[in-house]
C-alpha cells in the first residue's frame, strides 16, 4: 500500500502552504519542470485522459482546458481530492471526475481497456511499491497509438537515504551526497514533515519496467536549470548539482 501522507495533518498544512507559494496553475509558461514536460504531452483534442497522482487537479484541468472529452484524476488523499473539488467548479469543468484509490492497488474495469488516450503521471510513481503493476494497467487502458507521460524525483536525488549537499572542506566545493544508486527500495526522508517514504529506482529500473510492457519511449529529459532561469530565480542554485526530475513520454504500440 502506497503511504497517504497527504492526509497527515502536518504534512498537508506544510504542503499546502508550499504549493500557495509556487501555484502551478497562475502561470505555467513560467514552471522550470513544465517547460520540459509539457512538450512532451500530445495534443489532447477529444481524448480521455487519466490523471495518476492527481493531487489538487490542477492538470485535470489544464486539460479540459486544452480541449480533453473527458479527465479522470485518482489520488490517495481524502485531503487532496477535497482541495482539488473546491477547485473544480462542476459548470466549468463537468467533464472531470475525480476518485480516490490507493494506486498500489487501483485497477480501471474492462469496459475502460483502450480507452484513453493520454495517461499523465506528475511525481507520484516513486512513491509506488509496484511499478510493473502500474505500467501493465497503463498500457491495458491506453488506446493503441495512446501516450503515457510522467516525471519522477531522479534517480541520482532519490538515491541516498540521507540526501544533503556535502562542501568539501579544502575547496569549499560542492557536491550531492550520491551514493547506495544501486540499492533499489524504500527511502525514509523529511521533506516538508518528517518521515516522508519513497521508492528509490535506477534509470535502468524505470527502463525496464517501460520496455517489457512494450512501450515505445519517445521522449527522455533529465532536469537541470538553464542560466536565463537561475538569474530570474525560477530555481534554486542547487539544482545545478544534480537533477532534480526524470522525465519521460512513450506510446502503446499499434498492433
Request: a negative charge; glycine letters at 6%; one cysteine or more.
Amino acid at each position: 500500500m502506497a503511504q497517504n501522507i497527504y492526509d497527515r495533518e502536518d504534512f498537508y498544512n506544510a504542503y499546502i502552504t508550499h504549493i500557495d507559494r509556487s501555484d502551478k496553475e497562475a502561470d505555467l509558461s513560467t514552471d522550470p519542470a513544465w517547460t520540459r514536460i509539457g512538450p512532451l504531452i500530445p495534443c489532447l483534442k477529444d481524448k480521455h485522459v487519466l490523471d495518476l497522482g492527481c493531487g489538487t487537479g490542477w492538470f485535470c484541468r489544464w486539460a479540459i482546458r486544452q480541449g480533453a472529452k473527458s479527465v479522470l484524476g485518482v489520488d490517495i488523499s481524502k485531503n487532496m481530492l477535497a482541495r482539488a473539488r473546491e477547485l473544480t467548479s462542476t459548470d466549468e469543468f463537468p467533464q472531470i471526475e475525480y476518485q480516490r484509490a490507493d494506486l498500489d492497488q487501483f485497477t480501471l474495469p474492462d469496459n475502460k481497456t483502450n480507452m484513453y488516450g493520454v495517461v499523465f503521471s506528475s511525481l507520484t510513481l516513486h512513491y509506488l511499491t509496484n511499478l510493473d503493476r502500474m505500467m501493465s494497467l497503463v498500457h491495458r487502458v491506453l488506446q493503441p497509438g495512446g501516450s503515457f507521460v510522467f516525471n519522477v524525483e531522479h534517480p541520482i536525488y532519490t538515491s541516498p537515504y540521507k540526501p544533503r549537499v556535502v562542501t568539501d572542506k579544502e575547496t569549499d566545493e560542492k557536491s550531492w551526497n550520491f551514493n547506495n544508486y544501486y540499492e533499489e527500495g524504500e527511502r525514509v526522508v523529511d521533506w516538508l514533515a518528517p518521515g516522508l517514504r519513497k521508492q528509490h529506482r535506477t534509470v535502468t529500473g524505470y527502463m525496464q519496467a517501460i520496455l517489457k510492457t512494450n512501450f515505445d519511449l519517445t521522449g527522455f529529459v533529465e532536469f537541470l536549470p538553464t542560466e536565463e532561469e537561475l538569474q530570474k530565480n525560477l530555481v534554486n542554485e542547487i539544482e545545478t548539482i544534480r537533477p532534480l526530475f526524470l522525465m519521460m513520454s512513450m506510446k502503446k504500440r499499434l498492433s
